[in-house]
């Protein structure tokens, strides 16, 4: 677990696609419920599709705090999402984890129990951790969090983010290939080894 908020800064403060990738198979736990990070999407300020694209503003303002702060905001006025901020005005979604710790209350907070769709999806995954704007602008080095860096050795692909109209070029989302706990799965012909 990292705890050390200069480690944590030092972890996050780089390149948002390079932070998005590096997150893959890292452990991410909000009061002990949580799993493995499986994919993940960067939102960088010099692309239209990002929140900050336009500058701060009191919604997005997280996104402009240190590397390793959480951004959290309500998604089409329903859902709570999850991001990690890199450098300034960068962030990455966190789109889908393995439920690992506290999948009773996951189950709970989610109202069903196939593990397969407890975390898979931004909002779903903010629901199961009970993600909410009390979580805004703190640092992963906050107590009610635990990160701990992946140690996973193996192929991450890349395809088109997901749920946007802006920037749908870029191949910003990452992911690993073979597993059921993606929001999505990777189109056959469209992603890429990373």
């Not at 893959?24 to 909000?30: D, K, T, W």
């Not at 999948?103 to 903010?126: F, N, V």
């Not at 070029?169 to 993606?182: H, I, N, Q, V």
């Amino acid at each position: 677990m990292v705890a050390n908020p200069d480690c944590i800064k030092r972890y996050f403060d780089d390149d948002v696609v390079a932070v998005a990738k590096r997150l893959i198979g890292a452990q991410f736990l909000v009061g002990g419920v949580g799993g493995t990070i499986v994919e993940t999407e960067a939102y960088d300020q010099n692309e239209p599709a990002s929140h900050s694209f336009r500058g701060p503003t009191p919604r997005n303002r997280a996104m402009f705090s240190a590397p390793g702060t959480v951004y959290v905001y309500r998604s089409y006025g329903i859902h709570w999402c999850a991001n990690f901020v890199c450098r300034s005005g960068c962030a990455v979604l966190i789109r889908a984890l393995v439920p690992t710790d506290g999948i009773e209350q996951m189950i709970d907070r989610r109202g069903l129990s196939d593990p397969w769709k407890l975390c898979a999806g931004p909002g779903r995954l903010a629901q199961a951790l009970g993600i909410d704007l009390s979580h805004n602008d703190r640092l992963l080095s906050d107590s009610r969090f635990s990160f701990t860096p992946a140690s996973l050795e193996g192929t991450i692909i890349a395809g088109p983010r997901i749920g946007i109209t802006r920037a749908t070029d870029l191949p910003w989302r990452f992911g690993l290939p073979e597993s059921k706990y993606l929001s999505r799965p990777f189109k056959k012909n469209g992603p890429s080894e990373v």
